[in-house]
C-alpha cells in the first residue's frame, strides 16, 4: 500500500511533467489499493483512547464513602456555587490562578466559554459600557485555531477576524493594528499552551503585549488552557501568570481563563474551570446564580480523591504521556517516510496537546481530505482551522492521532499519505496542463 519514493527521491513540484505523470501513475495504483482494502479509520477529534480513559476507571466508584469536604459541608445537598476548594486549589496550581478566583463548574468548559459570550451579550461585562449585543461585535481568531471556538462566535453573529498565530503566539503586531483601527473587537480566542492545532506555545513576551495593548476595557481574552499539564516530553513550558501580567499592565480584567479535566479523566463526567479578577469572578457568579444553584459536588468530590494533589495531577499526566508521545512519534515518521521525499508538506511536532497541524501544497487540502475519506479514512475537514471553514489557501489539515490504537493509527496515516501525494500530482498536473493550453 506505500508507495516508494523516486530514487533519488525529488520534490513533485521540481520534477519536469513527464516525470511528474509517472508519479502520479503510482500514487494512483496505490490509492486504488487503498480503497480496495475497505478501511474504517477515523482520525477526526482529538479524543482520549480507551487506554486513556482506563486511567481514571477509579472514578467509577468514587467518592469512597465520603460525601463532604475538608469544611464538612454536606456535598449532596445544594449550594457551593463556585464549586470544592481542594478541586480548585489542585487545578489552581496547574493554571495559575488564585483558587479564590477559580470556579469549578461543570463537565465542559466549551459551555462555560459560550455562556460566558451569552452573558455579554446580554449584559455586557465589568468596566464595560453595556451589553454586547445591538452592535456590531467582532473577535480575533488566531489561525489556524479550534473549530468549536468560531463555531461560538458563528452561532451569535460575531465577526471573526483571522490573525496569524505564530510559534510563540499571535502575531502581536497584527493584533495591535486591528484593535486600534476597529473599535468593534471585543474579544480574541486564546489557547496559550500547545494551541490546537499547531501545538504553540505563547511566549512571556507576546503574553505581556496581548495584556498591555490599547483596547477597549470590555475587551476580553478568551484564554483556552485546555492544554496545561498535557506534556508529551520533559520539555515543560513554564506556567505564565496571565492574570498578574494583566494586572501588572493595568488591565485585571482583560484574561478569563478556562480549562477543564475533559482529556485528564473522563471527557464525558469531568470538571470545568474558569477565572479571573474578581470583578470578573463576581460578574460570572451573579449570572451563574440563575442558572444553577451549584456544580455536581460529588464528581468534583472524585476528581479529589483520585488525583489528591498538585503532584498527583502530575503523576496522572504522565500515565498520559506514556501511551499518547508513541502516536505522535508515528506521526512524526510517517510523514517523514511518506511525504517528506517528495515535497509533501510542512508539519508541527507539538511537546504537548492533542493534534499536529500539517500544510499541504496550496489547493490541495480539501482533495486530499475528500480521497481519504472515499477511501475510509476520516480526517477533519480541510478549513476547519480557519473562521467559517475558509483556509484562503487551501493547505491546512488537522491531525487528531489520539484516538486509534497504535497499528491503526499507523495505517490511517499512510492511507492519508497516499491521498495527500495523489491529491498534489494532480493539482500539479492540472496547472501545468493550463499552462501548456
Same mark, same amino acid.
Given at each position: 500500500m506505500t508507495t516508494a519514493p523516486a530514487t533519488p527521491a525529488v520534490p513533485l513540484a521540481d520534477l519536469d511533467t513527464d516525470?511528474?505523470? $509517472?508519479?502520479? %501513475?503510482?500514487?494512483? %495504483?496505490?490509492?486504488?489499493?487503498?480503497?480496495?482494502?475497505?478501511?474504517?479509520?477515523?482520525?477526526?477529534?482529538?479524543?482520549?483512547? %480507551? /487506554?486513556?480513559?482506563?486511567?481514571?476507571n477509579d472514578l467509577l466508584h468514587l467518592p469512597d464513602g465520603e460525601y463532604r469536604d475538608a469544611a464538612?459541608?454536606?456535598?449532596?445537598?445544594?449550594?457551593?456555587?463556585?464549586?470544592?476548594?481542594?478541586?480548585?486549589?489542585?487545578?489552581?496550581? $496547574?493554571?495559575?490562578?488564585?483558587p479564590a478566583q477559580l470556579l469549578a463548574l461543570g463537565n465542559a468548559s466549551l459551555t462555560v466559554m459560550h455562556d460566558t459570550i451569552v452573558q455579554a451579550l446580554l449584559h455586557g461585562v465589568p468596566g464595560g459600557e453595556g451589553p454586547w449585543a445591538g452592535?456590531?461585535?467582532?473577535f480575533l481568531a488566531p489561525v489556524?485555531?479550534? /473549530?468549536?471556538?468560531?463555531?461560538?462566535?458563528?452561532?451569535?453573529?460575531?465577526?471573526?477576524?483571522?490573525?496569524?498565530? @505564530?510559534?510563540?503566539g499571535p502575531d502581536v503586531e497584527a493584533v495591535a493594528a486591528l484593535l486600534a483601527a476597529d473599535d468593534s473587537i471585543k474579544g480574541m480566542w486564546c489557547v496559550p499552551v500547545y494551541s490546537n492545532p499547531s501545538g504553540a506555545v505563547y511566549s512571556e513576551e507576546v503574553v505581556r503585549a496581548l495584556v498591555s495593548l490599547p483596547a477597549a476595557d470590555d475587551f476580553r481574552l478568551f484564554w483556552d488552557n485546555a492544554y496545561a499539564v498535557h506534556?508529551?516530553?520533559?520539555?515543560?513550558?513554564?506556567?505564565?501568570?496571565?492574570?498578574?501580567? $494583566?494586572?501588572?499592565?493595568? @488591565?485585571? /480584567?482583560?484574561?478569563?481563563?478556562?480549562?477543564s479535566t475533559s482529556k485528564v479523566t473522563f471527557p464525558g463526567a469531568g470538571v470545568a474551570f474558569v477565572g479571573g479578577s474578581q470583578a470578573n469572578v463576581d460578574w460570572l457568579v451573579r449570572n451563574m446564580s440563575v442558572q444553577s444553584i451549584g456544580p455536581d459536588k460529588l464528581n468534583q468530590l472524585r476528581h479529589v480523591q483520585l488525583l489528591r494533589d498538585g503532584q498527583g495531577l502530575a503523576a496522572?499526566?504522565?500515565?498520559?504521556? %506514556?501511551?499518547?508521545?508513541?502516536?505522535?512519534?508515528?506521526?512524526?515518521?510517517?510523514?517523514?517516510?511518506?511525504l517528506a521525499p517528495h515535497g509533501g508538506g510542512h508539519w508541527t511536532a507539538p511537546k504537548g496537546g492533542y493534534f499536529v497541524s500539517l500544510d499541504v501544497l496550496d489547493g490541495c487540502a480539501r482533495r486530499a481530505v475528500q480521497l481519504a475519506a472515499e477511501a475510509g479514512i476520516a480526517v477533519t475537514p480541510a478549513g476547519a482551522t480557519f473562521p467559517h471553514g475558509d483556509d484562503p489557501r487551501d493547505a491546512n489539515i488537522?491531525?487528531?492521532?489520539?484516538?486509534?490504537?497504535?497499528?491503526?493509527?499507523?495505517?490511517?496515516?499512510?492511507g492519508l499519505c497516499t491521498a495527500i501525494l495523489l491529491a498534489e500530482a494532480e493539482t500539479l498536473l492540472a496547472g501545468r496542463d493550463h499552462s501548456e493550453g
Open positions: 516525470a511528474l505523470r $509517472a508519479a502520479h %501513475a503510482r500514487f494512483s %495504483a496505490s490509492y486504488d489499493e487503498l480503497k480496495a482494502a475497505g478501511l474504517r479509520l477515523d482520525l477526526t477529534r482529538g479524543k482520549p483512547s %480507551a /487506554d486513556q480513559l482506563d486511567l481514571s464538612g459541608t454536606d456535598l449532596r445537598n445544594y449550594g457551593g456555587a463556585v464549586g470544592l476548594p481542594e478541586l480548585r486549589a489542585i487545578f489552581a496550581e $496547574a493554571l495559575v490562578v488564585p452592535r456590531p461585535i467582532s489556524p485555531g479550534y /473549530d468549536r471556538h468560531f463555531s461560538i462566535c458563528e452561532r451569535y453573529g460575531i465577526r471573526l477576524i483571522p490573525v496569524p498565530l @505564530n510559534d510563540d506534556h508529551l516530553t520533559d520539555e515543560r513550558p513554564q506556567p505564565i501568570d496571565v492574570l498578574g501580567l $494583566a494586572a501588572e499592565a493595568g @488591565n485585571p /480584567d482583560r484574561p478569563l481563563v478556562f480549562a496522572h499526566m504522565e500515565k498520559h504521556r %506514556a501511551i499518547l508521545a508513541p502516536k505522535f512519534v508515528a506521526v512524526s515518521e510517517a510523514f517523514e517516510t511518506r488537522r491531525i487528531a492521532p489520539t484516538f486509534p490504537p497504535l497499528d491503526e493509527l499507523r495505517t490511517a496515516l499512510d
